[in-house]
Nanobody, 125 residues
Framework: QVQLVESGGGWVQPGGSLRLSCAAS????????IGWFRQAAGKEREGVSC????????YYPDSVKGRFTLSRDNVKNTVYLQMNSLKPEDTAVYYC??????????????????WGQGTQVTVSS
């Protein structure tokens, strides 16, 4: 069955770095559209990085561009989110997501059918 499992979250000081991992099973990430989303307390789930299987570039919103990097290892069937220069406003539960379809939008939660359980990232002094 399709399964995504995140890991790598935790507490970090502002300016620090974390790398989140998302291990996939039951399907090949190499043929899927993939994305990372986050949801802070009281806020909507928002995309922080998405890659469509129809595209050739990775989307990042301005809030994380230059600080976050999405990558994948097709051999390990794992997707990563490298987060650098972390800010308190990055505090959220982070989710990985996948979908076999082309993305209809740049990075919308509504376009993804498979989700991980989430991992907490807390950025504070």
């Amino acid at each position: 069955q399709v399964q995504l499992v995140e890991s790598g979250g935790g507490w970090v000081q502002p300016g620090g770095s974390l790398r989140l991992s998302c291990a996939a099973s039951g399907f090949s990430l190499g043929t899927y559209s993939i994305g990372w989303f986050r949801q802070a307390a009281g806020k909507e789930r928002e995309g922080v990085s998405c890659f469509s299987n129809s595209g050739s570039s990775i989307y990042y919103p301005d809030s994380v561009k230059g600080r976050f990097t999405l990558s994948r290892d097709n051999v390990k069937n794992t997707v990563y989110l490298q987060m650098n220069s972390l800010k308190p406003e990055d505090t959220a539960v982070y989710y990985c997501a996948a979908d076999p379809r082309q993305l209809a939008r740049l990075c919308s939660r509504h376009d993804f059918s498979s989700w991980g359980q989430g991992t907490q990232v807390t950025v504070s002094s």
